[in-house]
């Protein structure tokens, strides 16, 4: 795994190397075993190395035998080897025994469809010299992540932003985007923080090129791969679940190929425990797994994941996490690079850490809930629609009117009250509404009246159109997809990609493997959910690996007990960071609300944990980018989406 950057002007000025240089520098932690560039004129691509794979030949940048077309690359491609077989069996020459050269001869053989043939996770920049052209591309999940800047005279892309903040300074801050962090605890889509700073999406590619006539930059994005759910209902349950023990076997497999140490994150659920149960299978020696937990013991699940390494024989680290884990979230808020609500990020930081003092690689069970229907509020929103459907005699509009009267006629924090309005909703609204929990209206208490009158309209449109274009597809699998495009790279995988990094661990996601989902989106919606609850088969493909507590327990998720931390070690910490002089004279909040949030926490009348946790978040990022970055906000550019 490694950290990628480059630069691309719009024409063969020489390029300033230092500029290169720092913003490699902020990618060190993604690989520290070494460094390489590529520099020509109007052009630098950057690498840092965490080596995985042909440890001593596969340095980066890395060329074709004519040194015109070049490669920095990020990720890992599994089926290499077979790729690297077809390749040389065409006439190509490789030189070193990696998976980043065969990237660079795909690309020779198959131009920009090279991206159908890869099998993994990755992020890439490949320069073609003879052409004049930047091929950019980002995996189909979008496991590895990709940022860029562009304008009519120069295109910065870097694994994380804080490489395009060394080259270029910050910019204007988005009230659109510090909205959605607010409302959904991540900023979704192509958005970022900063107005002139985008996120490739997954199963995107994007071609930047030299216009000779005009002298600036074009780009292209293209679509290349999207998730489609086709349930296939002449297969039987038992052949769904023959066929998915050999898929899975296989995709694992997979994974675990490395020149270098390998383990497994355990946390003491259904995901990570099938994982480390496949892998033992296939292992020769024991399983390195590693576990976090809590003092407040509704929040750990160690004794769970005790229960599989004593099962497997794993050889088994874990960690206590404390309340004084919070002096992290000044260095999380430094690496995200923009406001990231997730608090899980805190356990996430630390089992990566203990996982890179035994290894370098690690596999992870994210995925699971996502393929197989798990998160809680996948049953939550399905209860409400049969209530729902019993009602839909009456029009959608009137029962929105009526139930949304009736729940604003009774005093707030009454009882029941959600439900109620929750009757009225669309489908929609419904699983946003049980997912997110905040309704638009609460930014207009939340934020200064001066900065929400910045905010223009549009939120939820992102979410809305993805939900739109699975119309006619059953409830749970409009969920699936709208989480598999939004909440999973965002959310799940952003912290998981970040916080691995940080340690120079590397983290794979087998669970997420294209060939796979693509496999489980055949799988019927009634063989995932069936009796109010998610991965049906799943679990009856765990049946005989896991110890019968662990595969009937109740889902617990691998969430930080903020609940209780708020309430005690660290309820003055949250009121001295929130009302300090600087935080105050900002200007975002209405501080009289952040007070109210504050005091009905500690006094046990609401739950705001999650909200006063994403307010720290944020004002420790204003900390490490607002009061040391000046702003200046980049051009727009001239970008041309289409779909495959």
């Not at 960690?319 to 979230?329: G, H, M, N, S, T």
Request: aromatic share 12%; with cysteine; proline share 5%.
């Amino acid at each position: 795994m490694c950290g990628i950057a480059g630069i691309l002007h719009s024409d063969d000025q020489p390029l300033d190397r230092m500029l290169l240089d720092r913003m490699n520098a902020t990618l060190w932690h993604r690989g520290p075993d070494g460094d390489g560039f590529h520099v020509e004129p109007g052009l630098g691509l950057a690498h840092c190395r965490l080596s995985i794979i042909d440890l001593s030949g596969g340095g980066q940048p890395l060329s074709n035998e004519t040194g015109e077309i070049w490669i920095t690359f990020n990720g890992e491609i599994y089926n290499y080897q077979e790729l690297r077989d077809l390749l040389m069996a065409r006439g190509h020459r490789m030189a070193t025994a990696s998976d980043t050269e065969v990237i660079v001869h795909a690309y020779e053989e198959f131009g920009e469809s090279c991206v159908a043939h890869l099998h993994g996770m990755f992020a890439f920049a490949i320069w073609d010299a003879p052409r004049k052209q930047l091929f950019v591309a980002r995996d189909r999940v979008g496991i590895k992540p990709l940022y860029y800047s562009l304008d009519e005279r120069q295109y910065l892309f870097a694994s994380e932003l804080k490489a395009i903040y060394a080259n270029r300074g910050t910019g204007a801050l988005d009230p659109l985007a510090l909205q959605d962090y607010f409302l959904y605890g991540y900023i979704p889509h192509t958005r970022t923080i900063f107005n002139g700073f985008h996120k490739l999406l997954p199963g995107h590619s994007m071609m930047v090129r030299r216009n000779s006539l005009t002298g600036k930059l074009t780009a292209t994005i293209s679509q290349y791969w999207d998730l489609h759910f086709e349930p296939a209902a002449d297969v039987s349950e038992e052949d769904w679940l023959a066929e998915f023990r050999h898929v899975l076997s296989e995709t694992v497999k997979l994974h675990l190929i490395s020149d270098v140490p390998l383990g497994a994150f355990l946390s003491g659920g259904l995901d990570s425990s099938c994982v480390v149960a496949v892998m033992s299978r296939l292992n020769d020696v024991p399983v390195k797994t590693f576990s976090i937990g809590f003092q407040e013991e509704d929040f750990s699940e160690l004794i769970y994941a005790r229960q599989m390494a004593d099962r497997y024989h794993t050889e088994h680290h874990e960690l206590i996490v404390r309340p004084d884990a919070i002096d992290l979230l000044p260095v999380l808020a430094r690496q995200f690079d923009e406001p990231f609500g997730d608090s899980s990020a805190i356990p996430t930081l630390l089992v990566s850490k203990l996982a890179r003092q035994h290894v370098t690689v690690s596999l992870s069970g994210d995925g699971g809930d996502e393929l197989f229907g798990g998160y809680r509020r996948y049953a939550d929103t399905l209860a409400v629609r049969e209530r729902q459907r019993r009602l839909e005699f009456l029009p959608q509009g009137l029962r929105k009117a009526l139930f949304g009267s009736l729940a604003s006629a009774l005093p707030d924090g009454t009882r029941g009250s959600g439900s109620l309005r929750r009757l009225g909703m669309s489908p929609f609204e419904t699983y946003m509404n049980v997912a997110y929990w905040h309704a638009p209206s609460f930014v207009a208490d939340l934020f200064d009246p001066d900065f929400a009158a910045l905010i223009p309209n549009g939120q939820g449109d992102v979410f809305q159109n993805y939900f739109a274009s699975t119309a006619g597809h059953d409830e749970l699998t409009r969920m699936q997809y709208l989480d598999t495009k939004t909440y999973l790279p965002e959310d799940i995988l952003a912290k998981v990609d970040r916080t691995s990094m940080l340690q120079s661990l590397e983290a794979r996601v087998p669970l997420l493997d294209h060939k796979l989902m693509e496999f489980v989106a055949r799988i019927p919606a009634r063989l995932k959910f069936r009796n109010g609850q998610g991965k049906y088969l799943f679990k009856r493909f765990l049946k005989d690996l896991l110890p019968p507590a662990l595969l009937n327990r109740p889902k617990m998720g691998f969430g930080v007990p903020l609940v209780h931390w708020f309430k005690s070690d660290l309820e003055g910490y949250a009121r001295d960071i929130l009302f300090s002089k600087r935080s105050r004279e900002r200007g975002y909040f209405n501080q009289a609300f952040v007070d109210r949030l504050l005091v009905e926490h500690s006094r046990g009348r609401s739950d705001h944990s999650q909200d006063i946790w994403r307010l720290l978040v944020f004002e420790h990022w204003c900390q490490s980018y607002l009061d040391t970055s000046s702003e200046r906000p980049p051009k727009s550019s001239e970008i041309v989406y289409r779909s495959s």
